[in-house]
């Protein structure tokens, strides 16, 4: 069988499931017998200061990939024009290092964007908007010290192509440190406003009287 046919058959078998055997005089009774479920009790929604944080917190999420994506863009069409105009080797070198790191952070930024501007915040409890934040912050300060070892591993670069005078390395090193310098003051200033945000928070639970009692033990 192609596998086409056999994704038609599971399809088709998970939307109509077969009908279950009619059952005996045991089993009806069995189920007469048994004790009725009680519905779920529905989770109640979120206090209005959580959705409010956590809208707040999407925008500046939102903002922070927005000027990620710029940075990106103009890389990549800084790149793609001075790569094939560039006659020599160290600003091919350079011009073709920005257009690849546009791309990546490019790749990096849209799909959080996107997952931003289509997240809900009234669906997140405290629970989960804390954890947000803390692993956000975590994320940062991880990029932040790659950021510096990008710094680093460019100034020896551009170090090595001067001595040995070699372009290529010249100009992947020059473009190492932009890229690590923007990317080290993005993540520093993304890491201290979330570490103000969270700050708020706390603050917020408080006034708010403790939306989730279990975790005033944290303060």
Do not use: C
């Not at 997140?124 to 510096?148: H, Q, R, W, Y």
């Amino acid at each position: 069988m192609s596998i086409t046919a056999t994704l038609l058959v599971a399809a088709m078998l998970q939307a109509a499931p077969p009908e279950p055997a009619p059952k005996g005089p045991a089993e009806a009774t069995e189920a007469k017998s048994a004790p009725t479920k009680k519905a779920a009790t529905p989770k109640s929604p979120p206090p209005k200061w959580l959705v409010d944080y956590n809208r707040e917190r999407i925008d500046r999420s939102v903002e922070g990939m927005t000027a990620l994506t710029v940075w990106a863009g103009a890389n990549m069409l800084a790149g793609a024009i001075g790569w094939p105009l560039a006659e020599e080797e160290q600003w091919q070198a350079f011009h073709s290092m920005n257009l690849a790191w546009g791309a990546v952070n490019l790749a990096i930024a849209l799909p959080s964007l996107v997952r931003n501007l289509n997240a809900d915040p009234a669906t997140m409890s405290f629970a989960d908007t804390l954890k947000a934040e803390e692993d956000m912050k975590a994320i940062l300060l991880l990029n932040a010290g790659l950021d510096v070892a990008y710094l680093t591993a460019g100034a020896l670069l551009w170090e090595r192509g001067d001595f040995g005078n070699d372009d290529v390395l010249t100009g992947i090193g020059q473009s190492l440190i932009i890229q690590g310098a923007f990317l080290l003051v993005f993540d520093i200033v993304m890491a201290v406003v979330t570490s103000d945000a969270k700050a708020d928070l706390y603050t917020r639970f408080r006034e708010g009287g403790g939306a989730e009692v279990g975790f005033m033990g944290r303060f």
